[in-house]
């Protein structure tokens, strides 16, 4: 599977707020495929020539096709699916905060993601744990995205 994770963490709702600090991954290196950003575009009905035209985009500053935000903000999913508590009954996305998008990933071009737990809170019938996660570019010197997502964990 691409983005596969090589180091996860286990917890309970009680221990979660222990593992502040605590880093998450990273991923294993995956290359950006010309295929995966094309069924993007499909899906989302985005179709910029930035993404799925790999010779009108090479006359950009990008020098070819990039993977669409969206998709890149996706790579972040397995990284965060790391941390397991194990007395949750259920987790779910709860939103996004601070997302950017420093540096643009290039198809053809190797990434992986990773994480740290920066913030666990209470809330009713459970906790929410604050991730700061981030997809690395091979051979850049900024990330591809970084974002604070929130998840929660309910008892």
């Known amino acids: ?21 605590a880093e998450l991954g990273p991923t294993e290196w995956t290359e ?12 989302t009905g985005d179709h910029n020539f930035l993404h799925v035209d790999p010779e009108r985009a090479s006359a950009t500053p990008f020098g070819g096709t990039i993977a669409h935000g969206f998709l890149s903000l996706g790579l972040l999913a397995p990284v965060v699916q790391l941390l397991h508590v ?5 987790s779910v996305n709860y939103g996004l905060d601070k997302v950017r998008f420093p540096a643009p990933l290039r198809v053809g071009a190797r990434w992986r993601s990773g ?6 809170v ?6 929410q744990a604050t991730v700061v996660a981030s997809t690395e570019v ?6 591809a995205v970084v974002a604070e997502c929130l998840i929660r964990f309910y008892a």
Not at 115 to 120: F, M, P, Q, Y
């Open 1 to 21: 599977m691409d983005g596969l994770a090589t180091s996860g963490l286990r917890t309970d709702l009680a221990g979660l707020r222990q593992l502040v600090g």
């Open 32 to 43: 950006m495929t010309q295929a995966q950003v094309d069924r993007f575009a499909d899906l």
């Open 86 to 90: 194990t007395d949750a009954s259920t």
């Open 115 to 120: 994480a740290r737990i920066i913030d666990v």
């Open 122 to 127: 209470e809330i009713d019938d459970g906790v």
């Open 138 to 143: 091979e051979g850049s010197k900024r990330p």
